[in-house]
Each structure stands twice: as C-alpha cells, then as structure tokens.
C-alpha cells in the first residue's frame, strides 16, 4: 500500500461545492489501494485531522491571520481571486506548508486540486522527485474567463499557472471529453497524458423513502398539491444567472414552488423581495439537501457557461428526479435529451416548466427512473473511481 | 409552509431539519467521520505527547487541562523541556516556527546542552522571521546566543567556543534549576497521553 497526499488550497470536508465532493470522492476511492492524506487549507476554525473509511484522512489546517489578511486585502483591493493569491503566496501558510511536507515524506504520488498547489507541493518534495497527478476540475482559463471577464489583468498569469502544472506533472485527469481536448489544442498536452476522470455521484447517500413516506414529508413540508422545481448551485456567476431566470419564471408560474438551494442563495443580489413562489433555502447538511431532492417533482439546470461538468445533474438524477436542463448543463454527463432530461433554451423556460408540471406524472417518472438507472451504472464514484485507481495505479508502479 | 401560507424560507428549512432528523439512519449512507484529537500531526508519532501541545490558538485541545494555560504563542523553558530527544525537536520547531525539525535537530536534541542551543536558535529565528510563537523567559541566555551568532558570523572562533561554553553551562543549570517543575510537567504529560509498552 503506497501513501498518496492530495494538496488543496481549499477544506474538501464536510463537503457543499461540486469541486470538493470530486476531492473527498475521488480521494475515498483511492484510499481502497492507498493511504491517502489530503491537506487542506481553511480560513479560520480549529485545525482538524478527520478520518474516514477505508484509509482517507482529511487534515483541515487552518491559515495564519496575516495570510488571511493578505487574501482578503487581494480580493478587496486588486480583485485577485483567493486561489491566485495563493499560488504567489503559498509559502505564508506556514502550518499548512510544515504538514504538506511531513506527510509528503513517505508518500509515493502527490496530487494537486486546481492548478494552484504546484508550488507548494514542489518545495514540500524537497530532495525527493515523485510524479505529480494534476487533478483539473476545470480549464482554468475558461472557468475563470467566466467568473473575472475576458479582459482581466490577471487572465495570463492563470494561463502560466495552468501551462505550469501542466508541464510539472506526470498526468492529468481532466472531467470531460471537452476539457481533454482543450488541454490538448491550447497547451500541446500530448493525448495519453491526459485521463477523463468525469465527475459523478454518490448514490448510496440517497435517502430511499417509500411512496407513501415520500408524500407524508411533502405535506409536513407544504407542498401537497404543488409542483415543486428544485435549482441547486454554489454561488458562481452561471448558477446565478441560472437562478435569476428561475426568479424571472417564478413571477410568471405562482402555482409552481421553487427551491434553490446551496451558497448562490447568498448572492447579494437576492437579497431582495423575490417572487412568493421561491424558497431561498441556502447551503444544506447532505441528508437535509438529498431529502429536499426526493421531495421535489422536477430538477432544473439552467446553466450555459463554464468550465468542467456540473455535479448537480448526477445528483438529481440519482435522487431520481426529471430534469430540465439546458444542455450545456448537461456536458460531460453522459445524460442524453429526450431519454434522461427534459432540454430547454432560457427563453422557453417558463413554458417548458408549464407543461411539465401539467404533464403526466408517470412519463416525468419514466424520464427520472432511466436518468437514475443510467447514473448508478456509470457514474457512481465507485464506477468512475476504478478508472481513477487504474490511472494512478499506472503513475506509482512499483514505488 | 410555503410562503404565500405564511411560512418562510427559513421555516421551511427548519421543517426539513426535523423530517431528516426524524428519518431512519438506514434511510440514507452518508460517509461517517472519526476526529481525531488532537491532530497527530507535526510530531514523531500518532502516539508522542507532543500532539498535545497547542498549534495555534484555535486549535481545541480536549481534556487536556493541565495543558489549557498554553496559548500557542507563549512558551515557557519548562512547557518544552519536559520533552527529549526527537519529540524535544519536534516540540521547539513546532511551537515556535509551526516547522519540522531537520535531521540535525533530532541529532542536537540527545543531550541537555544541545536541546538549549537548539531552543535558543529556534527562538531567535521565530523572532527574525515573526514566526507564530516566542520563548518567554532565559533572557541572559538569549542575549549570550546572540553573541555566540555574531562571533561565528565573524570567525572568531576561540571567542565563540567560550561562549559556546558559557551557554552549556548555563544549559545544566537551568534544566538542574527547574528539574522539579521539568518533572512535574512530564506527569502530566504522561497522564493526558499515557506511554505505550511502560515506557
């Protein structure tokens, strides 16, 4: 058994954000082979050394306030975003640095989360040379286009962040085919360097309620009667521009109830009088989100920009819900229109949303049941994570 | 519930809570955690007492009460002469500089004279460098390892080897002065984090 540690500049447990369930999933299936140690870095509470079945441990080191300082002053002053920061400035999160280095003493393979822990794991190395796992949730550059605009100062310093890690590391598991084949057009990344290691689900956190349980939480919770759509997102400008279509939908349909769960909530924004329909319901502990998922009748997933893949759609599907998704929402799930969700433009959305909740529910169910069955076969992490072992499997060898 | 029946986003929320809380725990698998504290981390073993000893101050040690007094930032000659060998190395460059000790510090922890340079030395870089902790206390013996630095910067050997000197025996005196308080600590010590094969 051969130790791995996984950097990442950002807590992966508990887990609220599609990018840290890929870090605590992806790391879990590698701890059936490994020990595999992720260190993370948090802004703020107790230090924590959290483990977890069969041989994952999760170290939560929180920065130095004068780190924290300098972030927030980033962010504030010159709108640097707290991952760049952290590429120039890793070497003050001393705590952090001194356990990435201990742990890196025994281990046989470190990966890096985002692009942005390269630094930090080569001086954690010190005289040892062992290959480093780019594990790239998005293409940098894409995702961040969309969050700081094509012309920010700072889109060629990502682009050099991005063109190192790629060029330090011995593989990269990318989220989707388009991902793949953006590393391998923008930066020459030759083809059998690269991995689709796509995101998934894990389906054994969905609650299983019968018909009748399923109804009785629906009438506790109000929603006898009523069609209820379910958004789930963190606050990232596609997800709120995908809420603001729902609010503008909401306004048009009363009879419809719309849940939007997850940090978007807390886009300044919404902080105003939205429609009476719209239940703003904000980040949810796991069991709380999956039972607002199975109460629910449709999904929505109205994003049209980004990067990587959505894990809110492995999610729904496996919660069973139909979706109604756009389908860029859809890249890189292997969903298919018509088959495993309702598609949808932005502009038709209102009179999408119109006939499905007029629809018949057993046909919403037909489309909800071949999404789950479609899911649990081939995007569960314990799916998608043997291809994971195989490909770090193949970077350790006989180390 | 819903708002338009008078109920609020908020209130929703809370319905969802007790449901859950109500709901079997068969119902549903999430991934169950142990916390492990304290962190065994930046220390020789899962098992050293040097676990115990705060990081930073928001690190919650539990339990550990003959410990509580310790802030992370303030340390005492006892607070980390209770510890010897490796775990005395790993102790000083942990409290004072949240770093692991080198080879050579491990090697410089075996005797008394050495584990007091060492501390000294990590002193005066956690000083330098603003470091997240500080030696309180043995201020003629700061001022006598500063001299010692300022003579080997300029090689001034024989000097330097007085002083060397100078510092050793001030290193017996202290641990001899404080060995009842060294003892007392190490009991306490020893109850929060009991050895293992009676050691």
Redesign the interface.
Known sequence: MASIVVASFYPAYPFFHGGQRRIFFLSRELSRDHAVTVVTLARGGPLKYLEFEPNLTIIRVPAEQPYAELERRQLQERKVPPDVTYSAHWNQCHLYQSILCERMRTSSLAISEHPYSLHAIKDAQGGRRIPILYNAHNVEVIQKKVVLGESAEIMPLIRAIEQEIIANSAALAVCTDFDRDTFISDYAVPADKVAVIANGVDCAAVPTLSAEARQQCRRQLGLDGRFTALFGGSEYPPNIAAVECILSAAAQLPDITFAVLGTVCNFAGFQRALPANVLMLGQLPEAEKWLAYVVSDLALNLVVSGSGSNVKMFEYAAAGLPILSTDFGARGTGLRPGEHYYPTGLEELAARLAALAGADRAALAQVGDAGKRHVRETSDWQVIGQRYRALVAGLIGGR | ?????G?T?AQ??A??????AD?KAD????????????????CPGPDSPVRFLP??D???LPGAGALRRLDGKRWRFVDLAAFEGADFAYAVR?SL????PTERDIEAASSIEGRFRLLLEVDFEARRLN??GRLIGLSPAKRLYRVLRALETLRLRPLAAAVHALLDRRARRAFAKHRDRIAAWRRRLAAIAPPRDGR
């Open positions: 519930m819903l708002p338009e029946s109920g986003s929703f929320v319905a969802l809570q007790r449901i859950s709901l119902q549903t698998s999430l991934p169950r955690v142990r916390d492990v504290m304290p962190p065994p981390v930046l990081l930073i928001m690190t919650a942990r500089l949240h770093r692991l470091g997240p």
